[in-house]
């Protein structure tokens, strides 16, 4: 883990978790939440993905879904706390997106923010770039 | 520090992510583990297997060691040949399942599993003495680097560097040969289910040059480095055994679907045990067990049917041939029938899956998925 490769994408205009999720700021209320292309290098070969019910509340920091790869099972955490509002379906046939469009077609959830202060604690990217590369 | 392969640097060079397996830091994976798995299935690969070990027996008694120490009469196994077979401790459970070629010059060639030479090694040391036996079992896996090639066009890229017939030999065949001129055991063996070559070279320092070059003359057939990951799906798909996986807690030969493997004819440590199994019969047996939900069954998940567990998963994962979730799984007898449904404990949830014959992917599935 850690290295960085040059070709690793990491958008400007989201925010990111130390636990390699990215978020997209939506609307007032919605975020969209996936992991990153530095996250589903370290993975490959992406498999499986179990979301959560549309409806769940979910807290900040706790397990909101899983990714299966060939070689391993992975918790994604909750970036913020709110209600899950849509979950990506096409992952259920075509978990592969993730690989191929981690940033787009392969979004996991989105949630509806309980408090908005906790998008303060997100990293941008250039903070989470260093931490990748560290 | 885990050991490392001597072709260590050269894994860096290919890009490998590593992992660590039994003690040794190995390549997990070059590119992906599904790419790699397919080349394999469909063109071929090279894998650096030097955590497996190597164990050489030697002496006039060196085949009546083997018989005692193994399911097998090796005085059955011709010079040039070779078994898969088991070493068993007195209960019946299964040390280690090894091969072991007969060479053209009566020594042995033991190719015990990652770890376990020492073990291995002792034990057959330990039997020969008990029996006065003039054999001596000498564990050399630091000595060598074990290459396999594996895939349908695994013979075609090896006859262009190789200078004895491999055309003719059979399957567990095995010989003396020059590989990119450099001496080497090959034998006609390997863990993937497809046609497939290994080659055990010493000094270590003489594999890097043919690793170079199997991966040079091998590009007209679309080689690929594979990694250990691939290497844990293919055998998976063939249902062969991960010692770690499937024996572990101790498991014998009749439980571990092996049953084909025992020689009863002759006598062997272990043998009163397993005769008793047998006979008492009522035993979990090794089951392949073929998803039919979403879900990907791993180690240690339960297996159940109406609400109560009636087996355990040893080695799950999804098939990349298949595109399915496949496990061997420890099931009670009266529960494995061929088309049972099963299910297995993923998380919260369950998942059915169906007992079915092995292997999960036939040998031709390369041919009618082309």
Redesign the interface.
Known sequence: MGEIRMSENIPEDLKYTDTHEWVKIKDEKIVVVGITDHAQKEL??I??V?LPAVGKEVKKGEEMC?V????S?SEIYAPVSGKITAVNKEL?DAPEKINNSPYEEGWLVEIEIANKDELNSLLDADAYKKLVSK | MPLRSPLHEIHIELGA?F?VFAGYEMP??YT???DEHLNVRKNVGLFDVSHMGNVIIEGEDAARLLSLATLEDANRIEKNKGQYTAILREDGTIIDDIIFLHLPDEKYALIPNAGRSEVVTNWLNDVAEKNNLDAKAEDVSREYVILAIQGPKSRDLLRKIIDVDIENMPLFGCDYAKVSGVDSIVSRTGYTGELGFELQITPPENAKKVFHDILDVGKEFNIKPIGL?ARD?LRLEKCFLLAGNEFEGGRTPLEAGLSWAINWDHDFIGKDALLKQKEKGNYERLTCLECID???P?HGYAVEKNGKIVGRVSSG??S?CLNKGIALAYVKPEYREVGSILEISV?D?KIRAKVVKPPFVSKDWAKENS
Do not use: A
């Open positions: 490959t070969d498999v499986f179990e899983i299966e790869s060939i070689k099972v259920e | 992510k992992t997990l994976q992906s583990i599904r990951g799906t979403k879900g990907i791993r994962n999804i990349p998380r949830k």
